[in-house]
């Protein structure tokens, strides 16, 4: 069944003949000249609200995070078909919160990056500002060879920086950090990434929170774009601004809380 949906995917993928044009020169594409023996489509492009003609039932969620542009490519490679998907959002925050709420049930975690998750039928990884899915026809081993090649032609050419999530989360491995953290940005990243916590960010507004849930608690490390977004949300939960400082204290329903910065919170909420 999962197959079949995978091929579905990739035929639904390529019915649409909105979006055909050139990829922009500093798109870490793949080209004839990286991989002579393969065949390509003609590449797809999308900006802004054009996404919608894309996957007009997901494209909010990347408007939501910061999409810029993508770049979409059927790629015909020793003796599979991968779908290539190379999404360039904002920055490297928009572009892991993308990955961490997609990625999902990973198989192992190839070193193209800090951050990527290979599943039998789908590579995904995050470098930079960008967000790449690459989706492989068969699953095979095969595929997966196919696939990391194409993955690694990709993330080498991406020069940005990746984002370091270590001062959002001070004093957790970072190891940890890469297998079970993500980012949400607005409302449709915790309903996607984390759906208990949609009540406890209801009404909240301005706000990027890297979210590690454990069995026992959730950690919620959370900046605001300024004080009154900070403010709103302090508000929401009927806190007391004046008890908070870079000491954790612990209120009433047990969850702990301190500032790592002025507009930043960091949480631990019991489960």
């Known amino acids: 069944m999962f197959k079949r949906f995978i091929l579905l995917l990739f035929t639904l993928g390529f019915i649409s003949s909105a979006g055909f044009s050139q990829v922009p020169e500093d798109f870490p594409a793949v080209t004839k000249k990286d991989l002579p023996d393969a065949t390509f489509s003609t590449a797809r492009t999308f900006a802004g609200s054009s996404l919608f003609g894309y996957i007009n039932g997901g494209a909010e969620l990347y408007l939501e995070y910061g999409f810029t542009s993508a770049s979409v490519t059927e790629i015909s490679f020793l003796g ?36 990527t998750c290979q599943t039998r039928y789908q590579l995904q990884i995050c470098k930079g500002p960008y967000y790449i899915s690459i989706i492989k026809s068969a699953g095979n081993r095969s595929d997966s060879t196919a696939s990391l090649r194409i993955g690694k032609i990709i993330t080498d050419k991406i020069k940005e920086t990746e984002i370091d999530l270590s001062s959002w989360l001070p004093g957790i491995p970072y190891e940890t950090i890469q297998k079970n953290s993500l980012l949400a940005r607005g409302r449709l990243g915790i309903v996607n990434g984390s759906p208990d916590l949609e009540d406890y960010f209801k009404g909240a507004a301005g706000y990027t929170a890297v979210i590690l849930n454990n069995d026992d608690k959730t950690i919620l490390s959370i900046r605001f774009i300024n004080g009154e977004s900070y403010q709103s949300f302090i508000g929401l939960h009927y806190w007391e601004n004046e008890k908070f400082s870079s000491t954790e204290i612990k209120l009433p329903s047990g969850d ?13 909420k019991l489960n």
Not at 95 to 111: E, H, K, N, Q
Not at 256 to 268: C, D, G, P, R, Y
């Open 80 to 115: 599979g078909k991968y779908k290539t998907e190379i999404f360039k959002m904002n920055n490297p925050e928009a572009a892991f919160g993308i990955f961490s709420v997609s990625r999902y049930r990973c198989l192992s975690m190839p070193p193209l990056s800090d951050f």
């Open 256 to 268: 702990t809380i301190k500032k790592l910065s002025e507009n930043h919170l960091f949480i631990e």
